[in-house]
């Protein structure tokens, strides 16, 4: 089946450590995103990329990197310069600007 | 001004009722218009595209006015399984293309 799959689902960061989301698409899809979602709130842009080996920073891009080295991959660190990383993180993915993006299922960070 | 907005409700209608929710850009190049839905703790989902011409699916009804620059979402005969967050999607035309912005989402509450 294809489709696009984050992992793990719940993450728990302990004060001052580094993590990493993953993301990963069998889609064959270019463009891939990450967004952040507080409760109650809409989506901000992290990070985003068209192509491989490269990316563009988002809105919100402080305290986070990300790397595309692959095109079926897009991971997502969140460092400890992120200072309230706590939160529901989604990436997607779409084949080009005029179709729709599909989501991940999330990974909910917590820190500890 | 935030790219794209819309009114946060939430709406709580009857079953059987109609409904109408509408979303402004700010961006008068945007390309591509999607309306998602999300359900509490899940991914979002693409519920419609919205094309100049506007488009029908069953009892979801989407329009894009660009002279106005706001698109809006019709529901007719609301159901329970109705009651999610509906997300306006909005896909502006800049120099690195295809980021997705989305609005922070419209409340519908569904009660029988």
């Known amino acids: 089946d294809g489709g696009i799959t984050q992992s793990p689902k719940y993450l728990f960061r302990k004060e001052g450590q580094n993590v990493t989301l993953s993301c990963e698409q069998n889609?064959?899809?270019?463009?891939m995103y990450w967004y952040r979602q507080d409760p109650g709130q809409g989506l901000r842009l992290i990070y985003y990329?068209?192509?491989?080996?490269?990316?563009q920073k988002g809105d919100i891009a402080e305290g986070y990197s990300v790397s595309r080295e692959k095109k079926e991959s897009f991971p997502l660190t969140v460092t400890s310069a992120q200072k309230n990383p706590t939160a529901f993180y989604l990436c997607?993915?779409?084949?080009?600007?005029?179709?729709?993006?599909?989501f991940g299922q999330g990974t909910r960070l917590t820190v500890v | 001004r935030k790219e794209v907005e819309q009114d946060p409700g939430p709406f709580n209608v009857p079953e059987g009722a109609t409904v109408a929710f509408n979303c402004t850009y700010s961006?008068?190049?945007?390309?591509?218009f999607f309306w998602y839905r999300q359900d509490c703790r899940k991914e979002p989902k693409l519920l419609m595209s919205?094309?100049?011409s506007g488009n029908e699916d069953g009892r979801f009804t989407a329009q894009l006015n660009r002279a106005s620059q706001y698109i809006s979402l019709l529901i007719r005969d609301s159901k329970l399984s109705d009651s999610a967050t509906y997300l306006c999607?909005?896909?502006?035309?800049?120099?690195?293309?295809?980021?997705?912005?989305f609005g922070a989402g419209t409340i519908l509450r569904v009660k029988s």
């Open positions: 997607a993915s779409r084949a080009s600007s005029i179709t729709e993006a599909f």
């Open positions: 889609l064959n899809h270019d463009a």
């Open positions: 999607v909005v896909n502006p035309l800049r120099e690195y293309g295809n980021k997705l912005v």
């Open positions: 961006n008068s190049a945007s390309q591509s």
């Open positions: 990329s068209q192509i491989v080996n490269d990316f």
């Open positions: 919205v094309y100049s």
